[in-house]
């Protein structure tokens, strides 16, 4: 299977080359010409395996040049019990009776980036060795909050890489804040950037598009890759827990095989939410796709208007890792709503860039209001969501996971809709200690550390273990660097 950009339909390369260059060189994002369909009775012989196998079966349509071998020693690896504290890997509860809470944050840093991030140094490191790369990979990642934590702890000590994390200075929680900057690894690197997540995420693109630097870095033995949901071995893990999901409520007997299941996701940079609709491409029979936004709705608005627009006011919310407004995974789903038409992602790409904004066709426009259906809310409302999910079901959820449960709420009051209803939960409670205990009624909560003791104490729930053994853990980063000055940042740690 070979890899196409999503602005140049003639620059391909095979699986391996995307997963280890991350992004084309004309900027565009990998994306397999063809998504591959599962065949008649695969769902079924799908619901009696563990994760790891169901990871192996559907990864190896994708990454044809991995062997069965490979990729069911790296799946082992990455969802063993060393790492998931749920022999699951990503359990399904149930809520009520239409609502199930697919559960992301069993893995070592307790969000979703885990499933993705503890796979991609296996698929990175053995694409290097598939494309003869001698040099050593720098992986650049900005993030707004989760990824960071994820590709560190995937990346740690990893031969033959380096990893560099930006986040926005005052942009994510302390116990985010706090899980990066102890980060353990001797090739690990963590700084803030003043500004937002935005202005960490063009500033990584920046430096990826810039060929000066590139070259200054190959003469010094090193080449630029990215653990960002930008590289496709980001996205392809991710694909996984959708079908799983389905399988799982198959194997338990709330899903007939081809019941439609809707999917309500919590989504800022959409690449959680693409991977729903890749499983749906591949045969899954998910019904709506419902992106949840926080006050940053650029997503809302454009799913429902057509129009994206980035110029508007930038929130700091509850939920950080949403706290976007260039959502750049959205540039797959319009290669796919085009059917490749590069010319025309490209032209709404450079619109994006120069005026902050694009329309879309009508055509596409058909497809988003065909697949997809939006809501948001603000901190408030979501608030409101933790308190009446926790007091009327005693389920206990972050403010992510909130915002999608007030969207789905809000989706079902307009629609009517019925349908059994997914809800990605994406990050454990503990990691929004604060934010949770001022939606539970506590109006001081302790902040830093202590949150995690205070929470579990109010709700008699468990902090998971990674979250509380943070207590302790020395601080081996504190430096801030300006947005226009990130590049150099990159040339420090590569000394």
Not at 20 to 33: I, K, Q, R, S, V
Not at 172 to 186: D, F, H, K, P, R
Not at 206 to 226: C, H, K, N, T, V
Not at 348 to 353: A, F, G, H, I, W
Request: glycine residues 8%.
């Amino acid at each position: 299977m070979y890899y196409v950009s999503t602005r140049d339909k003639l620059r391909k390369t095979p699986v391996a080359g995307a997963i280890a260059y991350g992004l084309a060189p004309d900027g565009g994002l990998y994306t397999p010409e063809a998504i591959p369909t599962l065949a008649g009775n695969a769902l079924n012989t799908l619901k009696s395996m563990t994760y790891q196998q169901r990871a192996v079966y559907l990864m190896s349509m994708y990454l044809d040049s991995y062997s069965a071998s490979e990729l069911a020693g790296f799946c082992s690896r990455a969802y063993g019990p060393e790492k998931f504290d749920d022999a699951r890997v990503a359990p399904v509860r149930t809520v009520d009776e239409t609502t199930y809470a697919l559960e992301l944050w069993h893995g070592p840093t307790c969000a979703f980036k885990d499933l993705a991030l503890q796979m991609l140094p296996y698929l990175l490191t053995a694409a290097l060795q598939k494309e003869g790369e001698r040099k050593t990979a720098c992986i650049l990642v900005a993030t707004s909050g989760d990824t960071g934590k994820g590709a560190l702890e995937g990346f740690k000590d990893v031969a033959g890489t380096r990893i560099l994390v930006f986040y926005p200075k005052d942009g994510v929680s302390a116990i985010q804040e706090l899980q990066m900057n102890t980060q353990e690894g001797a090739n690990v690197g963590v700084c803030s950037v003043v500004g937002n997540f935005d202005d960490a995420q063009t500033g990584v693109k920046r430096i990826f598009s810039d060929p000066e630097l590139r070259e200054e870095l190959a003469q010094r033995g090193f080449f630029l890759s990215s653990a960002n949901s930008i590289n496709w071995g980001r996205v392809l893990p991710q694909i996984v827990y959708y079908v799983s999901a389905y399988c799982d409520l198959m194997r338990d007997g709330v899903l007939e095989k081809g019941d439609k299941l809707n999917v309500c996701v919590p989504t800022g940079n959409f690449g959680n939410i693409l991977a729903a609709y890749y499983a749906k491409q591949m045969g899954v029979p998910l019904g709506r796709l419902i992106c949840a936004s926080n006050q940053n709705n650029v997503l809302t608005d454009f799913i429902q208007t057509g129009t994206y627009d980035r110029n508007r006011p930038f929130y700091n919310t509850i939920s950080p890792s949403m706290d976007i407004l260039i959502s750049s995974n959205l540039e797959r789903l319009l290669h796919a709503f085009t059917c490749g038409d590069a010319p025309q992602v490209r032209d709404y790409m450079d619109r994006l860039s120069a005026e902050g904004r694009y329309q879309v066709s009508g055509e596409v426009k058909k497809k988003l209001d065909r697949e997809f259906a939006a809501a948001f809310c603000d901190d408030a409302q979501a608030k409101r969501a933790i308190a009446k999910v926790w007091n009327e079901k005693h389920y206990l959820i972050d403010p992510h996971t909130a915002v999608a449960m007030d969207a789905l709420e809000q989706y079902r009051a307009k629609t009517g809709d019925a349908t059994p209803t997914l809800v990605v939960s994406t990050a454990s409670p503990f990691k929004f200690g604060p934010a949770v205990m001022e939606a539970l009624g506590v109006a001081e909560p302790i902040r830093g550390l202590e949150s995690i003791r205070q929470l579990s104490d109010l709700t008699g729930v468990a902090a998971p273990a990674p979250l509380a053994s943070l207590a302790g853990k020395q601080i081996r980063f504190s430096g801030t660097v300006e947005k226009d000055h990130m590049a150099d940042k990159v040339r420090e740690m590569l000394k």
